[in-house]
């Protein structure tokens, strides 16, 4: 877990959203990953999603945030074709997919979730799980109104207008993948292959998201892909669809500030101002005036967290867990 936070630093991110739960004994994941992200150094923070649909596995960690993929996935995804789809796919007629849950399933979740208080994000790849978890989100919220939920749908990848005008009217955010356009596992002939040229050109809509004023944040999706905002914006600003792509400062804000206000961190992190926290990453290069097609080559030079140059993890097992768990109440995880 220490490597895997300094490869993150070495990549110029200073704040993780790590989903946990996938099938320890008493949920041991989650419990050891909530006591790494109180006792990790050097200035970096962790925000830990519990992937479960049982809101125990959050409140009794006292973690204000529920979600991920996993037992929080409402479908798969296209390369194994069982992405949940209003339409069959195109080389597949009698194939719609896969929906892990009932409508009643996961409205009762997020119903349940929201009165108590707690972040929802749910994984959404195709667009009958968009809608699900669109509708599910909305009931609760009708049942629970609140201000500033910040629930999400993780991926996003081929929302419907329906779904996205839920999303816009309640404000769900969308933390996606960018790096997931025209990706390498699953190429746009390919992707084109399974879904036509139509629902091809629709997917990871983040232009439409920012026109219809939603809030979009990156991530990796990591292992998928690798955790890399350099990628990220480049695949945003040259986006596959010309009509999704968006400008370079947008997507610096997707990848920087949006991501910190995905899990209410933006008051002291995500961008430089007086009386923030100094978080700044140096790059070799301006992306305001680099070539857009360039933009990919930009390399960090170094990350600054707290004011100081980023330094290795370095603490024993027992270190980790002794300060994890006498800070339950002084850090946020």
Not at 74 to 90: P, V
Not at 144 to 149: K, M
Not at 172 to 199: H, K, S, V
Request: hydrophobic letters at 40%.
């Amino acid at each position: 877990m220490q490597k895997a936070v300094d490869f993150e630093a070495s990549r110029g991110i200073g704040l993780i959203h790590s989903v946990s739960g996938v099938g320890f004994a008493l949920n041991m994941d989650i419990s050891m990953e909530s006591w790494f992200a109180r006792s990790v150094q050097s200035g970096m923070q962790l925000r830990i999603f519990p992937q479960s649909l049982d809101v125990r596995a959050a409140k009794a960690r006292n973690l204000p945030r529920i979600g991920g993929c996993f037992a929080c996935a409402l479908d798969g995804c296209f390369g194994s074709r069982d992405a949940a789809m209003n339409e069959a796919y195109a080389d597949d007629p009698l194939n719609r997919g896969v929906l892990y849950y009932t409508d009643e399933q996961v409205t009762r979740f997020c119903v349940e979730a929201n009165r108590q208080g707690l972040q929802i994000e749910m994984h959404a790849i195709g667009d009958r799980a968009f809608d699900q978890a669109a509708r599910a989100l909305k009931a609760a919220l009708d049942d629970t109104p609140r201000e500033d939920h910040r629930h999400g749908i993780i991926h996003a990848c081929l929302p419907t207008k329906e779904g996205m005008e839920i999303c816009r009217s309640y404000g769900i955010q969308l933390p996606m993948q960018i790096a997931f356009d025209n990706w390498r596992q699953e190429p746009a002939a390919y992707t084109e292959r399974l879904l036509g040229g139509e629902r091809n050109r629709r997917l990871n809509p983040v232009g439409d998201f920012l026109r219809l004023g939603c809030t979009v944040s990156f991530g990796s999706d990591a292992p998928c892909t690798e955790p890399d905002p350099i990628v990220w914006l480049s695949k945003a600003v040259n986006h596959s669809n010309p009509e999704q792509a968006v400008s370079v400062a947008d997507a610096l804000r997707m990848a920087t500030y949006n991501g910190y206000w995905a899990s209410f961190d933006e008051k002291e992190r995500g961008s430089l101002e007086a009386g923030k926290i100094a978080d700044m990453v140096l790059l070799s290069g301006d992306p305001y005036t680099t070539p857009k097609e360039e933009l990919s080559g930009l390399k960090v030079e170094e990350l600054i967290l707290r004011g100081k140059p980023y330094r290795p993890q370095k603490q024993s097992v027992p270190a980790v867990v002794l300060k994890g768990m006498l800070r339950r109440n002084r850090v946020r995880a």
